[in-house]
């Protein structure tokens, strides 16, 4: 019975080697928090170290097996020192999550060239650098999962932080095409795409009067994203969109531009309205 179909579900990830990127905060740690608890053996990766030794120490405490990793996902070599650590401990490579990613909002003449490549680097390059050393293996061994995290910026343009979008377009156009690439292997690959996250990120992305669009509607917690990979780990679907009904009409508005650039201006007023509160809240907070 139904009782059955979950409990195969659960054990879909006990004890499968799951590397998580960007594993220090937000998304990622959360991710790592739910996979605990279904019994995976998680490699927890990050370039902020002390952050990420903080998040494996606790997961530890509650039981979890954990390798913590520092590594860039930028450099491809230290993508091949991680994988060869992985394989020589594990002997395998069930799932990745690329996770990791940032976010420099402004004017995009304005932006400086480094932050430019940086977000470029790091979101899209990291995303594919990730892709290319897993699969190998995943193919070897005849079984494997990739997720890649994008957004629904990844679906509709944002003005303010268009590289950011245009990375996340990019993450979402080459996972796709991976996802068809692979259509006959027995490796899967998954997008998924959130809404804007309650997460240091979207903290810092406050500070910016340009990121109107990241705050249209209330912030998704963490621990609602990470349902979402886990769902894409679970299904064959191409792409997960979080919550499921924004995401829909993301992609119903991109079929229709002009729809869109219409409504711009009412969305950007809201997300205007949304910044100001946000920071009033905060200020007096403090």
Same mark, same amino acid.
């Given at each position: 019975g139904l009782g059955d179909v979950y409990k195969r579900q659960e054990s879909m990830l006990e004890e499968r080697i799951t590397i998580i990127t960007g594993a220090a905060g937000g998304i990622g740690s959360a991710a790592a928090r739910l996979f605990a608890q279904q019994g995976a053996i998680l490699v927890l990766t990050d370039i902020r170290n002390k952050e990420l030794q903080e998040v494996t120490e606790s997961l530890k405490e509650s039981g979890a097996e954990v390798l913590a990793v520092e590594h860039d996902i930028r450099d491809p070599e230290s993508w091949e020192s991680l994988v060869e650590k992985? @394989?020589?401990?594990?002997?395998? %490579?069930?799932? =990745? %999550? !690329? !996770? /990791?990613?940032? %976010?420099?909002?402004?004017? /995009?003449?304005?932006?400086?060239?480094?932050? =430019?490549h940086h977000q470029v680097s790091v979101n899209f390059l990291g995303t594919m650098n990730g892709c290319r050393a897993v699969l190998p293996t995943m193919k070897t061994q005849g079984s494997g999962k990739i997720i890649n995290v994008a957004s629904l910026g990844g679906i509709v343009p944002m003005p303010g932080e268009a590289v950011y979008s245009a990375t996340k377009f990019a993450i979402r156009g080459y996972s796709l095409s991976l996802h068809a690439e692979l259509h006959h292997s027995p490796v899967g690959i998954a997008v998924v795409c959130p809404d804007s996250v309650d997460t240091p990120q979207l903290d810092y992305e406050l500070q910016y009067d340009e990121a109107v669009l990241s705050f249209i509607g209330d912030p998704l917690k963490p621990e609602k994203v /990470?349902?979402?990979? @886990?769902? /894409?780990?679970r299904t064959k679907k191409a792409e997960v969109l979080v919550p499921s009904g924004m995401g829909i009409v993301c992609r119903l508005g991109m079929a229709f531009p002009r729809m869109y650039f219409f409504l711009l201006p009412l969305l950007e007023r809201i997300g205007?309205?949304?910044?100001?509160? @946000? @920071?009033?809240?905060?200020?007096?907070?403090?």
């Amino acid at each position: 019975g139904l009782g059955d179909v979950y409990k195969r579900q659960e054990s879909m990830l006990e004890e499968r080697i799951t590397i998580i990127t960007g594993a220090a905060g937000g998304i990622g740690s959360a991710a790592a928090r739910l996979f605990a608890q279904q019994g995976a053996i998680l490699v927890l990766t990050d370039i902020r170290n002390k952050e990420l030794q903080e998040v494996t120490e606790s997961l530890k405490e509650s039981g979890a097996e954990v390798l913590a990793v520092e590594h860039d996902i930028r450099d491809p070599e230290s993508w091949e020192s991680l994988v060869e650590k992985v @394989r020589g401990k594990y002997g395998r %490579i069930d799932i =990745l %999550i !690329n !996770n /990791a990613g940032v %976010i420099q909002p402004g004017e /995009a003449e304005k932006i400086s060239l480094d932050e =430019l490549h940086h977000q470029v680097s790091v979101n899209f390059l990291g995303t594919m650098n990730g892709c290319r050393a897993v699969l190998p293996t995943m193919k070897t061994q005849g079984s494997g999962k990739i997720i890649n995290v994008a957004s629904l910026g990844g679906i509709v343009p944002m003005p303010g932080e268009a590289v950011y979008s245009a990375t996340k377009f990019a993450i979402r156009g080459y996972s796709l095409s991976l996802h068809a690439e692979l259509h006959h292997s027995p490796v899967g690959i998954a997008v998924v795409c959130p809404d804007s996250v309650d997460t240091p990120q979207l903290d810092y992305e406050l500070q910016y009067d340009e990121a109107v669009l990241s705050f249209i509607g209330d912030p998704l917690k963490p621990e609602k994203v /990470a349902k979402g990979i @886990r769902k /894409a780990v679970r299904t064959k679907k191409a792409e997960v969109l979080v919550p499921s009904g924004m995401g829909i009409v993301c992609r119903l508005g991109m079929a229709f531009p002009r729809m869109y650039f219409f409504l711009l201006p009412l969305l950007e007023r809201i997300g205007s309205s949304t910044i100001k509160k @946000r @920071r009033k809240k905060k200020k007096t907070e403090k």
